[in-house]
């Protein structure tokens, strides 16, 4: 009994470490990009790295209390910060830091990462707010429903069974659809995650194949997004001075997403065998890459290509779900205004036919 309860509480203790170091990871990266910013602007100012990180803490406080000690320690032991940072701070950042300290341009890939990462949460804040509103308004209308369905029909129900009158059809039919409205809901949530999970399985298995994403409509989104994160991750090894062969050894040994490693390994083993570069990222990548892969080669300029592929990744994302965004509006807007209609079907009808019966 003692040795199970001491596995489960180190099973407990071990779920609530990784717990803790998603929330540093993920969930607290607009304070790390603050502390970012801030330290390579001291760093370019000609200030040591322990003495710009210690001025750093002092405004932020408790808010990057654990970034700042893990740094500083790895500092003071004369060890790089890069593996401090790993289990507390995004893979891509990790990715930046080890680049700058092998290339000693520590300022330079914090300021890059910090500038990234504002620009992914500007990105996403944006799509957010445009959503956000007709969401709001439909879960608004569905929560009438379900307390119409729930109080107000049962309610008129018993006046007609006071009444001892017999209800009309049309009430029973709503009161019919808004019973089977939590259901239909829970079954529809759980379709829903259930088929998220098995495209998810699919697309990880396949990748891990060497297969690409073959999803309706988001396939190619899926695709430009990975090309994008990809050329972001290797012309940061390459900016560093690392060979093609080496930089691509590095993603696949990195932290980075399992999908990024599978792929970096598979690219690195056909440039062994003798391909080029265009050629090794033949495949289900964004069509544009090899092409212009194919243009560096000729002139030797392998991080500018992978620099514009992963703009014109960004812009590309930025166009069509911004399109999407704008459909989604009159959608959103015509499916509430639908449901408005039910609501007040729902309530009025009923009412209509207790005053006529009372009359």
Request: with cysteine.
């Amino acid at each position: 009994m003692r040795q199970w309860i001491d596995r489960w509480l180190s099973r407990f203790a071990s779920g609530v470490e990784w717990a803790r170091e998603q929330w540093y990871r993920h969930g607290r990266s607009s304070d790390l990009a603050e502390l970012c910013e801030q330290w390579a602007a001291l760093l370019e100012a000609g200030l040591p790295a322990d003495t710009s990180l210690r001025h750093v803490n002092r405004p932020l406080g408790r808010r990057c209390g654990v970034w700042t000690a893990a740094a500083l320690e790895a500092l003071e032991g004369g060890k790089p910060i890069a593996p401090a940072w790993s289990r507390l701070a995004p893979p891509l950042l990790a990715a930046f830091l080890a680049a700058g300290e092998a290339s000693g341009r520590i300022a330079d890939m914090l300021a890059l990462w910090a500038a990234h990462e504002r620009g992914r949460r500007t990105w996403f804040g944006r799509f957010a707010r445009t959503l956000s509103y007709p969401l709001l308004l439909t879960a608004t209308t569905m929560g009438a429903l379900l307390f119409c369905g729930q109080v107000v029909t049962p309610a008129l129900e018993q006046v007609f069974r006071q009444m001892q009158v017999a209800p009309p059809a049309s009430f029973r039919w709503v009161q019919a659809g808004l019973r089977a409205l939590p259901t239909a809901l829970a079954a529809g949530s759980f379709i829903a995650a259930l088929s998220g999970w098995v495209v998810w399985y699919r697309g990880r298995v396949r990748f891990q194949q060497g297969g690409g994403v073959r999803l309706p409509v988001i396939g190619s989104v899926l695709r430009t997004a990975k090309t994008g994160t990809f050329c972001v991750w290797l012309d940061v090894m390459l900016s560093a001075g690392l060979p093609v062969v080496d930089a691509l050894q590095a993603i696949a040994q990195s932290l980075a997403p399992l999908w990024m490693r599978v792929r970096a390994e598979q690219i690195w083993q056909r440039i062994l065998e003798g391909q080029t570069l265009a050629e090794a990222f033949a495949g289900d990548w964004d069509p544009l890459l090899p092409m212009l892969l194919h243009t560096a080669e000729a002139t030797g300029d392998t991080p500018q290509a992978l620099r514009r592929m992963s703009r014109y990744a960004e812009r590309d994302l930025t166009r069509r779900l911004e399109r999407w965004a704008r459909w989604s509006e009159p959608v959103f807007t015509i499916l509430t205004a639908g449901l408005v209609g039910v609501t007040l079907y729902a309530v009025l009808v009923p009412m209509y036919e207790v005053v006529n019966v009372i009359a």
